[in-house]
């Protein structure tokens, strides 16, 4: 029933930014945590970053921190990833997800993700 749609991948040049959005349908709860998981060709599933329901604590992965940031807007039932200084390594695709926590544990109702590529 719950659905979450990310958009705003693209193509970037390294040291650009990008802001990735996922929106959950109006059956969402907003009571559950929200992360962002990404997936390159060839390479494990990594969880990158993860907010509580309130947005209130924040998770981020050594590869992302001080670079990426993650925040939520409730009453649009939305959650975003502010992403600065990317790197080739960055490319990958992107999804979001409900958590039971948010280290990104319990991770349900996947977004069919969006796709993030730097360029050198």
């Known amino acids: 029933q719950e659905q979450l749609e990310e958009s705003g991948g693209g193509l970037v040049q390294a040291g650009g930014s990008l802001r990735l959005s996922c929106k959950a349908s109006?059956?969402?709860?907003?009571?559950?945590?929200r992360g962002w998981f990404r997936q390159a060709p060839g390479k494990e599933q990594e969880f990158i970053a993860g907010i509580s329901w309130r947005g209130g604590s924040t998770y981020y992965a050594d590869s992302v921190k001080g670079r990426f940031t993650i925040s939520r807007d409730n009453a649009e039932n939305v959650v975003y990833l502010d992403m600065n200084s990317l790197k080739p390594e960055d490319t990958a695709t992107y999804f979001c997800?409900?958590?039971?926590?948010?280290?990104?544990?319990?991770?349900?109702?996947w977004g069919r993700g969006t796709q993030v590529t730097v360029s050198a």
């Open positions: 997800a409900m958590l039971n926590y948010y280290d990104g544990s319990g991770a349900r109702a």
């Open positions: 109006e059956s969402t709860p907003r009571t559950y945590a």
